[in-house]
């Protein structure tokens, strides 16, 4: 037997390059980590949303920051609620539908800190605000105790008009901003094509096993 020497036990020239191959898959197959977007702490899977009113912008937080920036006068941040309700029984009649001058079947209703309401609608550029001016949000939801309780700028009542059976639900408003993004990411063409409207119909499957029902009567 002949003997060997140390050089059989070196790595070619290869095994280096090998390695930084490994090490790349393992970079790419790691889950990346969602941090608090104001002290850049990580955050667990479920954590609060914060708003920021003036620019409408939707930041991730965690709890102390969450606790810290918000709930006081003059603060800059209003934390997002993550209740999601359907109104079973609720609906607006055609008439209204049609005195609002929405263009399409689908919009969400934000009561306003001073009493009024806003409408907007998804497009495929993103979010559009209707123009008309709406009734005060008391009048608009008259007699629907749930609508009451609706949290000004961080809540909405989200209306679906293009299923079969119309759909309404509380949301936070981000599961609205959502509902935008998915429409303008999927569509197509003039229509959207068949991608878009199994988007929308997954997103409101979703709502509907997450929600807590309450009935209410219809809206006349």
């Not at 539908?97 to 550029?125: E, H, K, V």
């Not at 936070?172 to 429409?183: K, S, T, V, W």
């Amino acid at each position: 037997m002949q003997p060997t020497s140390g050089l059989d036990s070196i790595p070619t020239a290869e095994a280096p390059s090998e390695a930084f191959a490994s090490l790349r898959r393992f970079a790419r197959t790691r889950t990346p980590v969602e941090r608090c977007e104001l002290c850049a702490a990580e955050l667990a899977p479920e954590h609060p949303h914060l708003l920021d009113p003036a620019s409408r912008q939707i930041s991730c937080a965690c709890d102390a920051c969450a606790l810290l920036f918000c709930g006081q006068e003059g603060a800059k941040f209003l934390r997002i609620p993550r209740r999601i309700i359907q109104l079973q029984g609720f609906s607006f009649t055609d008439l209204q539908w049609q005195s609002m001058m929405l263009p399409i079947n689908l919009a969400f209703f934000m009561r306003q800190p001073d009493g009024g309401t806003r409408a907007m609608y998804p497009s495929p550029a993103g979010a559009m605000e209707s123009l008309i001016h709406l009734p005060a949000w008391d009048a608009l939801c008259a007699g629907t105790q749930a609508l009451a309780t609706v949290e000004p700028e961080v809540e909405a009542l989200l209306a679906n008009r293009i299923a079969e059976n119309s759909m309404y639900f509380i949301v936070p408003i981000d599961a609205c901003y959502r509902l935008i993004g998915l429409i303008r990411t999927n569509w197509r063409g003039l229509s959207g094509g068949g991608e878009v409207w199994q988007a929308i119909g997954n997103f409101f499957s979703s709502l509907e096993q997450r929600a807590t029902g309450i009935s209410e009567a219809s809206h006349a």
